[in-house]
C-alpha cells in the first residue's frame, strides 16, 4: 500500500508534465520530436516538485528545532 501512496502522485505529476510538454511541442515545432519533449518535461517537473519538498521539509525541520531549543 506504501508504494502506491508515493507512486500514483509521482505519475499524476509525470503525466501533467508529459502532456503539457507534448502540446507546447506540438503547438511550436509539429508532431515530431513531441513525445520526447513531453517525457523530459514531465521528468524535469517531477524532479522539481521532489527537490522541492524536500527543501520545504528540511526548512520545515530545521525551524521546529531551532523553536524547542
Same mark, same amino acid.
Given at each position: 500500500?506504501?508504494?502506491?501512496?508515493?507512486? *500514483?502522485?509521482?505519475?499524476? &505529476? &509525470?503525466?501533467?508534465?508529459? *502532456? *503539457?510538454?507534448?502540446?507546447?511541442?506540438?503547438? &511550436?515545432? @509539429? %508532431?515530431?520530436?513531441?513525445?520526447?519533449? @513531453? /517525457? *523530459?518535461t514531465?521528468?524535469?517537473?517531477?524532479?522539481? #516538485? &521532489? %527537490?522541492?519538498? #524536500?527543501r /520545504?521539509?528540511?526548512?520545515?525541520?530545521?525551524?521546529?528545532r531551532?523553536?524547542?531549543?
Amino acid at each position: 500500500m506504501f508504494v502506491f501512496a508515493l507512486a *500514483v502522485p509521482a505519475l499524476l &505529476v &509525470v503525466l501533467i508534465g508529459y *502532456v *503539457v510538454g507534448y502540446e507546447l511541442w506540438s503547438a &511550436v515545432a @509539429g %508532431t515530431g520530436g513531441a513525445e520526447t519533449a @513531453g /517525457w *523530459v518535461t514531465g521528468t524535469a517537473l517531477l524532479v522539481a #516538485v &521532489v %527537490t522541492g519538498a #524536500v527543501r /520545504w521539509r528540511r526548512r520545515r525541520s530545521h525551524r521546529r528545532r531551532d523553536q524547542s531549543a
